[in-house]
């Protein structure tokens, strides 16, 4: 059941998009905001869909780096290694975060989806240096103390649970 209405939810974003090859892109990007990355069993649905080959559509989602075909967390957290905000230690933050959220070396997501911690080259804000991404929310001038304070806030609201031993 829950099968069938992930494919109808895609039916319709495939139709609001006039089945066109042409908005592939534009439907590979509704269809992320929808489950939060792009499914693999979804990709070769749109493909038969359009009428094009599962490699072409592969092929797109693999390319832009805007799109994930790994499963991520509700909260995607992405914190700035560019330059200027790497020389304001900001792979420090990466690592109090990383292990507030018991995340082991090579692990970004949480194994209750609530979490996702990448690291990104530039954000924009170098201005705002140390810098992160709460979600499409920037935090700038960052202390480890207040980087953490923002995750503990997400914590509590998310379990109704003190964050010291989220994961543990
Ligand atoms: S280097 Fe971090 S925002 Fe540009």
Same mark, same amino acid.
């Given at each position: 059941m829950e099968t069938l209405r992930k494919f109808e939810r895609v039916c319709e974003i495939v139709d609001q998009n006039g089945r066109n090859e042409a908005r592939l892109i534009p439907i590979l990007q509704a269809i992320q905001v929808e489950y939060r990355y792009l499914p693999e069993e979804i990709l070769t649905f749109v493909a038969t869909s359009l009428g094009i080959s599962p490699a072409r559509v592969f092929g797109v989602a693999t390319f832009y780096?805007?799109?994930?075909?790994k499963p991520k967390g509700k909260h995607v957290i992405r914190i700035c290694n560019g330059t200027a905000c790497h020389v304001k230690q900001s792979m420090d933050l990466y690592d109090i975060i990383c292990t507030r959220l018991n995340l082991v070396a090579g692990q970004d997501t949480d194994p209750d989806m609530l979490f996702t911690v990448e690291t990104v080259n530039?954000? &924009?804000?170098? &201005?705002?240096?140390p810098a992160m991404v709460i979600n499409e929310e920037v935090y700038g001038q960052l202390t480890p103390e207040r980087a953490l304070a923002l995750i503990d806030d997400i914590i509590r609201k998310e379990t109704g649970n003190e964050p010291d031993h989220y994961g543990a």
């Open positions: 780096s805007l799109f994930t075909l530039c954000l &924009g804000a170098c &201005g705002l240096a």
